[in-house]
T-cell receptor
Framework: AQRVTQPEKLLSVFKGAPVELKCNYSYSGSPELFWYVQYSRQRLQLLLRHISRESIKGFTADLNKGETSFHLKKPFAQEEDSAMYYC???????????FGQGTRLTINP | DAGITQSPRHKVTETGTPVTLRCHQTENHRYMYWYRQDPGHGLRLIHY???????DKGEVSDGYSVSRSKTEDFLLTLESATSSQTSVYFC?????????????FGQGTRLTVV
């Protein structure tokens, strides 16, 4: 069964400090992983996907198959990064998309 | 808005009554999903659809049924609502297969069962 685990429900850091949101997954096939973000009063939206190997708003995430992890990182946090972050895994075939429990990130001034 | 609308946006209903939530899209996307969002549990998949009349269960499907008789509408029904089904429900759509396709979300429906 596919599963996504985000061990931290809440994470609070100061502006300018590095941020790392953890995501671990279990899936027997080849994983396709994403990070989605929900800002206050906005819809859930895609932040980045592992296949693109991109950096969005200063965030990056590397897929580590050995550790079955897809942690989200940013070297210098900004106040506008405060939001709810979800890690997600897409299963091939019928395209089942499952999410983790979410991490609420708060950036303190 | 990514062409996805949920209705109603808010609903209060009594225990034991049937409730239907509607997800409507104008994008002609193939895949549609229903999730519930609860504190501490994040987003949990209820049911999803990979085509007209093609649906499958998610992680928390007990007490819920779905129907998709046409591409644009995906209905979620609570046959007999219970207080444990008080939640915020989100619908999502995706155009096709593969990791390059992004999921787009509705605004959410806040359901309260009293």
């Amino acid at each position: 069964a596919q599963r996504v685990t985000q061990p931290e429900k809440l994470l609070s850091v100061f502006k300018g400090a590095p941020v790392e949101l953890k995501c671990n997954y279990s899936y027997s096939g080849s994983p396709e992983l994403f990070w989605y973000v929900q800002y206050s009063r906005q819809r859930l939206q895609l932040l980045l996907r592992h296949i693109s190997r991109e950096s969005i708003k200063g965030f990056t995430a590397d897929l580590n198959k050995g550790e079955t992890s897809f942690h989200l990182k940013k070297p210098f946090a900004q106040e506008e990064d405060s939001a709810m972050y979800y890690c997600a895994l897409l299963r091939g075939g019928a395209q089942k998309l499952v999410f983790g429990q979410g991490t609420r990130l708060t950036i303190n001034p | 808005d990514a062409g996805i609308t949920q209705s109603p946006r808010h609903k209060v209903t009594e225990t034991g009554t049937p409730v239907t939530l509607r997800c409507h899209q104008t994008e002609n996307h193939r895949y549609m999903y229903w999730y519930r969002q609860d504190p501490g549990h994040g987003l949990r998949l209820i049911h999803y659809s990979y085509g007209v009349k093609d649906t499958d269960k998610g992680e928390v499907s007990d007490g819920y049924s779905v129907s998709r008789s046409k591409t644009e509408d995906f209905l979620l029904t609570l046959e007999s609502a219970t207080s444990s089904q008080t939640s915020v429900y989100f619908c999502a759509i995706r155009p096709g297969q593969g990791a390059n396709t992004e999921a787009f979300f509705g605004q959410g429906t806040r359901l309260t069962v009293v």
